[in-house]
Every structure is written in C-alpha cells, then in structure tokens.
C-alpha cells in the first residue's frame, strides 16, 4: 500500500507542477511580448519618426494588446474551466465506484474549479465594466 500513495504523491507533484509551469510560461511570454511592444514605440520615436495616437493603438493591436482582448480572454478561460467542471466530477464518480473514499475529494475539487470558472466570468464583467467606465470618463486625446 505504501507503493501506491507514494506513486499517487508523485502523480500529483507532477500534475501542479506542469500547471506551474504553464503558468510562468504564459506570464512569461506576455511580459516579453509587452517588451517587444515597448521596444518598437521606442524605435519609432528614437528615429525621429512622426508617432500618432493611431500609430501607436495599431502597434499594440497588431501584437494583441487592447482592453477588449482581456475581458474576451477571461470569458473564455472561464468557461473552459466551467465546462471542465462537471467533467472533474463525472470522474469522481466514477473513481468513487472502484475506490469509494476518492469520491467526495473529488467532487469537491470539481466544485472548486467550478467557482474558479465563475470567478474567471465574473471577473470578465467586472474588467469591461472597468473600461467602460474609463472610457466614458476620459476625454478624447488629440
């Protein structure tokens, strides 16, 4: 028995690390592609070249920036998480079948990532309200 809980350890170590990984790898990735986005609007402007509001919005929307792209981003992460969810559960249930005590931590690891998948859409809504408001009070540059 003692095998199998070690193994069972070492599956899971292996799991929340590749998460961790993901993770800095997108955060990683973000934050060089905001540098490259600096590093173009300070050529520009090193070389002496004209630099417009409309230059600049198209930069950053060429390379994927914009306010929009994170409330869409959001809703979309959250409903893949939502969706993951009962699918987390489904294999509760079923492990549950063949190891009764796994079924209850495994639900509830479903219904946390359910919560995780409504906080991700709920937080969408809370970011595009954010810009809406921002937007209305900020007068027009230029």
Avoid: N
Wanted: glycine share 12%.
């Amino acid at each position: 028995m003692q095998g199998i809980s070690t193994g069972a350890g070492l599956a899971a170590l292996a799991f929340w690390g590749f998460i961790a990984v993901i993770v800095v790898a997108g955060i990683w990735y973000e934050v060089r592609r905001r540098e490259a986005q600096h590093e173009t609007l300070r050529r520009l402007i090193d070389s002496g070249q004209p630099l417009d509001q409309a230059l600049a919005d198209r930069i950053v929307s060429l390379s994927g920036g914009g306010r929009r792209r994170l409330e869409r981003d959001l809703v979309a992460y959250g409903l893949v998480v939502l969706f993951a969810a009962p699918g987390l559960a489904l294999l509760g249930v079923f492990v549950g079948w063949q190891y009764p005590p796994a079924l209850l931590p495994i639900l509830g690891a479903a219904a946390l990532v359910g919560c995780i998948g409504i906080g991700l859409v709920v937080t969408a809504r809370v970011v595009g309200r954010w810009h809406r408001e921002d937007e209305a009070s900020t007068p027009d540059a230029v």
